[in-house]
């Protein structure tokens, strides 16, 4: 039945069925905003349907305490690609960085202090006793960089990193493209601790928990388990705010990231809708047909992208039996356990007394 208000149409339950959609992008966090952004771009009429009330995901502001505003996830950022930041205009819509490399100050119980500011090359200018560190130092900076800017475009497309991630087949495959000496050294690289790596390259204690801080800083693997070394690589790998392996504060914090990504949304005419949620996706014969709200309603699209957890999205909106067994097989990896817990704390400079600092 045509509804005469606004040409949709309605099923057999009355609820509305909405044509003239390109794609659907379901989940409205800082992923599904830019794709349907990209999109919209490319002269697609998207629709960006969000479960929740607010725009963002675990980037959304939300009252933590009374009076208090904040976020579940991203505090800092690490990784903004400049090419999404270039072609999706972030900084004609509002992204601005308040501090572009913030600095880690690291405490140590002998009372010494260390401050880095996430420029490995800088670290080398760290006061350093012994030249056989400085020299491992230099070589392991070297090392690094190099193998991060090789592993760039394995680690570009986002999603988890670890073991039974995506990350991890794209990875082996440019192990196995790789001349002989970078594909033994990811090989090396590709399961270690970070903790295996930097005892087996330095001497100095001291010199090496500072780089296990760094390996583990906003990294969901911890130092001592397998990865987790891959995790630093993946850091370095990206930029942000134009600077490669930087920690950037944005103007407003990150929230001020998914606001611009909004407004790069709508300036591409995406229709973006918050306390939609999704129940399942569309199939018809082998395709995708669009997809069906929780409300009964249906968005009618031949594109379909979902910016949401990979396992809800084809097991529980498509359903295991439209899966073939190996992607069931990925979906299903065993991810380990989180076991990392970290606080940071933003300063506006290194407090100079002892009692303070303690
Ligand atoms: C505690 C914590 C700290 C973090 N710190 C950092 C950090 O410092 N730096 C950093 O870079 N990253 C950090 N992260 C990770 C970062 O927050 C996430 O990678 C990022 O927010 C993920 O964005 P997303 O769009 O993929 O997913 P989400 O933000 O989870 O968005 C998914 C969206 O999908 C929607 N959705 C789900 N189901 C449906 C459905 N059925 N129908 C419609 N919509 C649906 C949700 O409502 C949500 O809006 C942190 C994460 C956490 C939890």
């Given at each position: 039945m045509t509804n005469p208000l606004d040409g949709n149409e309605e099923n057999k339950s009355g609820h509305r069925i909405e044509g003239g959609i390109d794609a659907v992008v379901i989940g409205a966090g800082a992923d599904g905003l830019a794709a349907s952004a990209y999109l919209g771009k490319a002269g697609l009429r998207t629709v960006l349907v969000g479960a929740?009330?607010?725009?963002?995901?675990?980037i959304a502001a939300r009252e933590i305490a009374p009076g208090v505003q904040g976020v579940d996830?991203?505090?800092?950022?690490?990784i903004l690609d400049p090419d999404v930041i270039a072609e999706l205009d972030l900084y004609r819509h509002g992204v601005e960085f308040a501090a572009r490399r913030l600095d880690t100050t690291y405490f140590f119980e002998s009372g010494e202090v260390l401050r880095f500011d996430g420029d490995l090359t800088q670290a080398a200018l760290l006061n350093l006793e012994d030249d056989s560190d400085r020299e491992a130092l230099e070589a392991f900076m070297g090392d690094v960089l190099e193998t991060a800017a090789f592993l760039r475009p394995a680690f570009a497309?986002?999603?988890?990193?670890?073991?039974?991630?995506n990350h991890q087949r794209q990875l082996e495959k440019a192990v196995n493209q790789a001349p002989p000496e970078m594909a033994a050294r990811v090989q090396r690289y590709l399961y270690a601790t970070a903790e295996d790596v930097l005892r087996a390259r330095f001497d100095d204690e001291q010199l090496r928990t500072l780089l296990l801080a760094e390996a583990s800083f906003r990294s969901a693997s911890p130092p001592h388990e397998p990865f987790s070394f891959m995790s630093l690589l993946r850091r370095y790998a990206g930029e942000a705010a134009g600077l490669q392996g930087a920690a950037a504060y944005p103007k407003g914090g990150t929230v001020s990231v998914i606001d611009a990504l909004r407004r790069a949304a709508q300036a591409a005419k995406v229709d973006v809708r918050a306390a939609t949620p999704v129940k399942s996706i569309l199939i018809e014969g082998d395709r995708v047909a669009g997809v069906t709200l929780a409300d009964g309603g249906q968005l009618r699209s031949s594109i379909v992208i979902a910016a949401i957890d990979a396992q809800q999205a084809f097991q529980d909106m498509i359903g295991p039996e439209m899966i073939d067994i190996g992607l069931q097989r990925i979906l299903t990896a065993r991810r380990p356990e989180i076991s990392t817990a970290r606080m940071q704390i933003i300063l506006k400079g290194v407090a100079q007394d002892e009692a303070t600092r303690r």
């Open positions: 929740g009330p607010e725009i963002g995901g675990r996830g991203e505090h800092l950022i690490t497309g986002g999603g988890y990193a670890g073991p039974g991630g």
